[in-house]
């Protein structure tokens, strides 16, 4: 976040002077308590000062990366994932193909006949599979796919970056969001690099995309 010039003055202020009120920080800027307020709840919010009823606002001694740190940490899976596109394990590779197709997606989940997860196919095994000389339309998708329990998954509960992290360390594009039940592990939603990198320009930008 850029602070404005006016907003860094504040800071130097509270730093030299607090615990200091809103009241005494517009007197030394020579402005109203009312054209503060923004400023004062920008600062609050940011992490930068901290108010306490009857005492006044004070510093709160974090650095840039701290703060955004504590924002990186807040971000759950839940709030950035994706509706996730699935397969049966007994459709086919073709059905795959067109379903990857449809539904704009680079990662499909394969679930049973009772929606849990059983594997996972990406754009490059379905293409491995199409330069065979077998026919698409007879190969069921259970025979390419990367199966469980070797399927990597996060929960909605998880942070972001821990579901980011295993992205890198596996070196795939996307795990399902699932949620374990007696049956077995329901796909609930998917994160992608894509999904992570909207986190990383709405944490810059700090605007919704
Ligand atoms: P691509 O193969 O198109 O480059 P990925 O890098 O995502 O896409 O996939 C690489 C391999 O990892 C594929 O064989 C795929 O089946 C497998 N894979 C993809 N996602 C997962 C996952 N969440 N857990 C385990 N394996 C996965």
Sequence with gaps: MELSERQNKIIDIVKEDGPITGEKIAKQLSLSRATLRPDLAILTMAGYLDARPRVGYFYTGKTGSELLTEKVKQYKVK?????????????????AVSTMFLGDVGTLFVVNDTGCLTGVLSRKDLLRASIGNQDLNSVPVHIIMTRMPNVTVCTA???LIEAAKKLIDKQIDGLPVVKETDEGLQVIGRIT???V?????ELILDEQI
């Design 197 to 201: 990198t909207k986190a990383f320009v």
């Design 193 to 195: 690099k894509t999904n």
């Design 157 to 159: 509960n998880d942070l």
């Design 79 to 95: 709030e950035f994932q994706s509706v996730p596109v699935v397969v049966k394990e007994d459709q086919s590779v073709y059905d």
